[in-house]
């Protein structure tokens, strides 16, 4: 009788797990198949700054997105956990608000002079829903052109009632089944800096656009003229612009990136790097858009905790003191570099892209999935989890990245020798899955 | 020069709230408005068990509905706090999972052996949204059935786009504003208890819903036909059967209250007292209505950070081992006969609703809301924070219902003596305006 071989606890948690939770985790982005299936340690026991421990006691230097974004200032930070704790231990939620809610708005207005005012979620996809629900109440109209990925819900997956528009938008495979058929034209994507695009679909949908809605940059930064005709275009149809900072925010400067880059938007929308880790959103915006939140009903019990705007608050007090977009920056540009540098020297055909404080690799070969899989587990074997994103955090040291690169300068020769050998070779070094990328259905 | 008279801390913390947040806070019951405008203590400092201590330092023993019922155990309950800070301190967000996430959807399918399959999410409003994509889904159905209050969703609120059906379901006035019309025939109000209504909407949309959301109780019990009849239409229609157990979970009997009153559900929701105030949310189902979660994109990061299991792990703990139920049964019972004793020793007319686990009272009284308002006001006086709604919870005890009625027995006679004299009379009395009730906008 043959038996399967033994699973280790993490990976026997995750089988188990993929039976008990439809697509195994709550995150896409945080499935093991999106790294290296069978292979990936899936579960954390501690994390600190950019190390952690799963649960089999593995202790890692991590230089993946770090929370899928969300820790900027690193895991567990001191500031953010006292706190975090301070709050917890004197009561983080009863029938009276949180007076940190209102000086956490306070704050963005304050760094956000064009907006005006607020309101708080917890997630970033119920967010964005809170930003299109006012931009649709405030215009009387139910239409969306945007650009980029902005989340799960009906609104945006609409776009691909009628087949798959979002490939393009960070994104590939989102089916959007479940969501109302009527839903199919109101939402219409345009690709980033095809000002072009935008300019087509608003003459398509002449006054039934409530809003424009767009991540500020993801890979490439706006041309000014992509800028300035998205004001002007949103001025002239009466169309509100939504700015989803939920990825950009804070990590180019300290506030949203379209500060930086120009933007005037109607909306803005931050979530994930605001907390650190604990679950917080802010929706701020104009006062005459924003009025519309009081004309329709936008509500949620847990909306109300205590924990989330203190977080956010220690977050953005940290944050005014030292420079983290200039230390992602650095760690970013040393990270890119070195992985550069090193495949150059190898004579592997590398490609690093989207931005220091975003930055994401591929090699440009037919197996890129299959080598990027197999870099990630060599990276493994030398206690250092990886993949082909990483997004740097304040925690991140220069010598972090001399040991990262150190490790990569030995992976890369390895995977050099199997470059010319082909699909079969690389699979075999690799003896595990290939990884996975977009949406697809786990068996 | 007239100057108006000088605010307190609270008065003017929320006077700028309602100038920087559209509607003042983050949830409409937690409105100061909704209790007793401009005397309700409406910012917390600290809370315990069932007191708090508001931002001006004045403390109170709470009688409303703690945390608008997410506070079941009571505020800043000992053993789910330990095991939050616990988490916290060990790093609550990271790149990997938290076991503790397959733990808690393990522990309530044990705990609801009907289910198979959860998901987990942050606030119950984007949870009831889950499970309404994973019915819709699943059975390739776009509409939906629904009796009771559930969230200021599009899916929910699209009922009120022709017109206000909404009002008798727990909050009037709801305002559908920004909800794409497109939906307007897409949500179905029935009543509570009236399978009649159900089955004239199973009749008009024939082979249209997807599924039936409802309450399994609120103020009534449902009747053993009511419970029958809606599995009937379920099985018959290929309907799938949603019950929202986020403010009845956990109240009534360890678990969803579906398992006590006979409902078998194809899918239930839960937050609120799941997390005892710390934001998590569950969507268990069976299996073959949760399978459709693989192939429809609900995915968020905050959704993984690793409080939200932890703390309801805690809460279950807990819960497993002393009896809630019967504790919160017996002081809402000891409140309402109490209230009603002093009452009717008066000769008030006061009519108390509900059940004791979620009490409601009002006068018989054409004034009633400024009565409500009075008794609020004078109950302040007495260091006790209260209104016509009151969630009794684990950590109030018998001589807190003592304390609550000897205050109850000085403020009512002084209600009695206002209740011949007509409106003016009364509003004199209180002296500041008679609180809302539902949607409103706010100046």
Redesign the interface.
């Known amino acids: 009788m043959l038996t399967s071989p033994e699973l280790s606890p993490a990976q026997a ?1 995750y089988k ?2 993929k ?5 195994g ?6 499935r093991p198949e999106m790294f290296a299936p069978e292979r990936w ?8 700054g950019c190390r ?1 421990t ?2 089999e006691g593995h202790e890692y230097l ?1 230089f ?8 900027l200032l690193g ?2 930070d001191p500031d953010v ?1 006292e706190a ?2 301070k709050r ?12 940190e ?2 000086d956490l ?2 704050r963005l ?1 304050e760094l956000h002079p064009w907006a ?11 967010a964005m ?1 809170v930003a ?7 215009t ?1 109209r ?1 239409e969306v052109a945007f650009c980029g990925y902005h ?4 609104w945006y ?1 609409a776009s691909n009632l009628k087949g798959e528009k979002l490939s393009e938008h960070l ?1 590939p495979g ?10 199919a034209e ?1 939402a219409w994507p345009f690709e980033f800096n095809q000002i072009d695009q935008l300019e087509s679909i608003v003459k398509r949908r002449a006054g039934k656009l409530a809003a424009v809605v767009m991540e500020p940059m993801r890979s490439a930064k706006p041309t000014a003229e992509f800028v300035q005709k998205i004001r002007e275009i949103c001025d002239r149809e009466g169309i509100l612009l939504v700015i989803d900072e939920i990825t950009a925010g804070w990590r180019f400067n300290f506030g949203g990136s379209h500060l930086a880059l120009g933007y005037e938007p109607d909306i803005t929308v931050f ?2 790097a605001l ?5 917080i ?1 802010a929706i701020i915006g104009r006062s005459r858009s ?19 705007p203190v977080a956010a608050l220690a977050v953005l007090d940290k944050m005014k003191v030292i420079d983290v977009p200039a230390h992602v920056n650095t760690i970013g540009a040393l990270l890119g570099d070195g992985l550069s540098r090193i495949a150059k020297q190898e004579g592997i055909p590398l490609h690093i892209g989207g931005c220091p404080a975003l930055l994401h690799w591929a090699f440009d070969h037919p197996e890129n999935l299959a080598l990027q899989t197999l870099f990630t587990v060599e990276m493994l074997k030398r206690d250092i ?1 990886t993949s082909a994103s990483i997004y740097p955090c304040w925690a991140h040291s220069p010598q972090d990245v001399e040991r990262y690169l150190d490790a990569a300068a030995i992976v890369l020769p390895k995977l050099a020798d199997l470059l010319g050998q082909g699909k079969a070779a690389i699979e075999r070094e690799l003896g595990s899955p290939v990884r996975h990328t977009g ?1 697809s ?2 068996n």
């Not at 907390?275 to 679950?279: E, F, I, M, T, V």
């Open positions: 948690l188990k797990a039976r008990l939770i439809p697509g985790t709550q995150l896409l982005s945080k340690p899936s579960y954390v026991k501690k994390a600190k952690l799963d649960i991590d993946t997105t770090m929370g899928i974004g969300a820790c895991y567990n956990t975090v704790v917890v231990e004197s009561g983080s939620m009863c029938t009276l608000n949180y007076p809610e209102v708005i306070e207005l005006s005012m607020g309101r708080l979620a917890r997630t970033g996809g119920e829903t299109v629900r006012i931009a649709r109440a405030a009387g139910d989340g799960w819900h009906d997956l994104l989102l089916d959007p089944k479940g969501v109302p058929s009527c839903l109101t979530a994930k907390g650190n880790g604990h679950p959103a924003m009025q519309a939140a009081q004309e329709t009903f936008i509500s949620s019990t847990y909306w109300t905790e205590g924990v989330g989890l949406f259905r786990l």
